[in-house]
């Protein structure tokens, strides 16, 4: 399990800057950040590579990058587990609906639970409650599914940021012997 510790140099947005930035000479930094709007990422992260990394730059970076893919993965589990509970009910809300739209009988008694209590309603009114509660739900789920998208894609880049890192490495390691 990585440590917490993090590594970040100043006003760097990306971690292929963050190497960047803090493996050029000092003079040129002011010039990177000037020029930071201006190169797009993949450049970036070929000019990053393409230098000499000291290995304990590298080290905190991949160990900062580790953390982000093993913080993103507990948060993806959290999410899973959520999308399940809601489902869950869901399942449960759309079952309810469904059994008490085919009593036929107005004068049939309906209840709510207030906690351990339970009130006597009109059909209406519960009817209405549950289809409220049914469109929070899908809402809800709706939200939590584009969280674990979002959450997929950052895991994802991290990943491949670890991938780019190691290729480098090993193609620097490769022109050196």
Do not use: W
């Not at 953390?67 to 449960?92: F, G, H, P, W």
């Not at 059909?123 to 509660?133: F, G, H, R, T």
């Amino acid at each position: 399990m990585p440590s917490s510790k993090t590594f970040r140099c100043p006003k760097v947005a990306t971690v292929a800057e963050e190497v960047r930035a803090c493996t050029a000479p000092a003079a040129d930094k002011g010039q990177h950040q000037s020029n930071n709007r201006i190169s797009t990422a993949h450049h970036q992260q070929r000019l990053a590579m393409s230098s000499r990394i000291p290995d304990e730059t590298l080290s905190k970076v991949l160990e900062k990058i580790q953390l982000q893919v093993y913080q993103t993965n507990q948060q993806l589990s959290a999410l899973r587990a959520q999308i399940a509970a809601r489902e869950r009910e869901a399942k449960l809300n759309t079952l309810t609906l469904t059994e008490l739209q085919a009593i036929q009988d107005p004068n049939a008694p309906f209840y709510r639970s207030v906690g351990k209590m339970f009130l006597q309603e009109s059909q209406p009114v519960v009817l209405s409650e549950l289809e409220q509660k049914q469109t929070a739900i899908t809402s809800d789920l709706e939200a939590l599914q584009k969280k674990q998208k979002y959450l997929q894609k950052q895991r994802e880049d991290a990943q491949a940021h670890l991938k780019d890192i190691f290729s480098s490495v090993n193609r620097q390691q490769q022109q050196e012997a």
